[in-house]
């Protein structure tokens, strides 16, 4: 792995060639209170675990509204019942919103919500509630012995109002 974070600053160094496709990340700023933080991943990037930066973050006081994956280029899940889990770096699968395999094996536009109106994928754990604290959030994968290969790209879009400033 390249990435190294033992500094105790929350910093992150990398060491040796960067592909064109590491994880990107970022937040959307608005004046109101709806605001955005989207993720860009690969296969590669699950693996390597390379969301667990400081620009990952929901703040304190923020509830997800609702989370977008449009997956553009298929995953190549393995395992019983693998998953991809967006949430609370640590607690993925119980603190966040989970895309099922077939989801990351097919092309296409998936969303989950507090109400699970779109397709029956809710947001579980402390993310169905307003955050008290500032949340990391990772990806990692769920089920019963995961892997996924270096294919696959998926850009998530979590929507979370924010009414303290």
């Known amino acids: ?13 990398h060491y040796g060639p960067r592909s064109a496709r590491e994880g990107i990340e970022g937040s ?12 860009k991943f690969t296969g590669d990037n699950i693996n390597d675990d390379v969301f667990s930066s400081n620009l990952s ?3 304190a006081g923020a509830r997800v509204h609702d989370v ?19 949430g609370t770096d640590g607690s993925e699968a119980t ?22 109106q779109e397709t029956g994928v809710g947001i579980n754990g402390t993310w169905a509630a307003e955050l008290a604290a500032d949340t990391q959030v990772s990806i990692a ?5 995961p892997t996924v290969t270096a294919a696959g790209y998926c850009t998530v879009t979590i929507r979370y109002f ?3 400033q």
């Open 57 to 59: 973050v929901l703040p």
């Open 68 to 86: 977008a994956f449009a997956v553009s280029e298929v995953f190549v899940l393995g395992g019983t019942t693998p998953t991809i889990n967006i």
């Open 162 to 164: 924010r009414i303290q």
């Open 141 to 145: 994968l769920g089920g019963t012995t």
């Open 28 to 39: 959307i700023k608005t004046e109101g209170s709806l605001q955005e933080l989207t993720l």
């Open 95 to 116: 603190n966040g919103i989970s895309l099922a395999e077939a989801q990351g094996e097919a092309a296409g536009v998936y969303y989950g919500d507090q109400q699970n």
């Open 1 to 13: 792995m390249t990435f190294e974070s033992n500094t105790g600053l929350g910093t992150r160094n």
